[in-house]
């Protein structure tokens, strides 16, 4: 090293790839971006909008849209076993191809797929970093590493700019069988990795830069802090505290004895608003039996066995409750930012960590309340609202329609369609409308003024062809209200 410093020898190497750091004192790890993805000062003297602006919002300029895909405007991963991941059309599932990248590419300009892996066109991380961490002398109590590890992202259907929540449950099991074939291919061909992170922003003020709904999956050489910390109060709760039982399936067991925080349940799945909720509209989703990871890990003592994630025959299941989550969030608190994240099992665990320790999907809201700081000084989250209220508001079928939650025809008119689907698919599923209800949704469609769509989009059409877009609309939400 010469005597350099940390940041001597990544300015000198100038890198493509990004860095790891951590100060010994906190033992937080930050990334830092390659240069060429770095953002200068100047970047963050005006801030962003929180929406997409129309640009981004069209379809033509969109790299995940199938058309623009097939041109090569991002590139498609070519997993090393099996290869290729995309899902075909009407095979009712995903396909992985034996073929190599000529067929793959044949399929993806041809559009058979609904879902399809892809690199990350600007990853901050790579796979093939050396997985070296380096400590000089001279920098203590600084660290660093190369920025090993894998940036994919999963393309969720052809649809451009539909929310996850308001696709339909089939192409929903599609992307969860996505999730689980990738973090599997990733389990057993990176032998480096120990941590698979998956992970979905929905808006801007979440972190999303493409309006195309996507999830993306990072897998490190390390684990996160948070999931460490976890695991250890966890393990101390079998130990000390209700000694031999896992504190996840209690947490389950007491929720489903009250079902004052329990929105949704099904025959695998549960999900509630935790007890210990730290943001407006906290969601947990649970598997009911322990299961350890999301996906498949090796069993850290016994040489050559596995421990199996989700079951297939559990994925339908699980789309179920994440589509009719994120529809209600998407309907009832007006479409807010949030991310999903899955919190599972390192790749390589201690012995007994399979008895206490529960993977499950988290979905926090962004900027409902903005933390001030006391939240940063103890990092002991203030929420304002109790998920015993929050859970009554989400899973009342009434507060669809009331007025306070901004009749839900009071919106931008992009928004229109994407409500009327997620209420039918409701009602699909075997929920019932009361005539006032039904006489409500009538009422709010023939009421529905289309001043911010003329405003809008007067200058890209003409009046009657305005006339006929509002009719159709009309049309069609009245007519499903009248079934």
Known sequence: MGGKTVSEVYETENRKVGQWRRFQGTGRWVIMPSPERQKKP???LVREKQDFDEKKKRKENCPFCADNLSKGLARIEYPEEPRGAIVEEGTGGIKWLGEKDLELSRRVKSHEWKTCVIKNMHPVLNKMAPATILHPKGDRPYIFADGLGICDI?????????????????????????????????????????YISIFHNHRMEAGATIAHSHTQIFSTPFVPAHIENEISQAENYFAAVDVGNCPFCKMIERERQNEERVIRKNRSFIAITP??????FEIWI???????????????????????????DEIGELADILTWVLGRLYVCVDDPGYNFVISTSPL???????????????IETQRLDVPAGYEMASQVRVNKLPPESAAMFLKTMGNLFKHEVGNIFQRKPEDIENVLSIIKREFDGGLDL?????NILRTAAEAFQFSEYYTQREKQKDAEELMIEEETILERAISWASQ
Do not use: M
């Open 286 to 312: 649970l598997p009911i039996r322990h299961n350890l990871s999301f996906g498949n890990v090796n069993d850290p003592i016994n040489v050559g066995r596995i421990h199996e994630g989700i079951k297939e």
């Open 275 to 280: 007890f210990d909720s730290g943001s407006p």
């Open 154 to 194: 999963i393309i969720e259907s052809q649809t451009h700019s539909k929310p996850l929540g308001v696709l339909d449950k089939d192409v929903c099991e599609n992307i969860i069988l996505t999730y689980l074939r990738r973090f599997n291919d990733l389990q057993k061909g990176y032998p480096r990795l120990d």
């Open 434 to 438: 009361s005539n006032e209800q039904k």
């Open 42 to 44: 100047e970047a963050y």
């Open 348 to 362: 390589r665990f201690a012995a007994n960590v399979d008895r206490y320790w529960h993977w499950h999907i988290r």
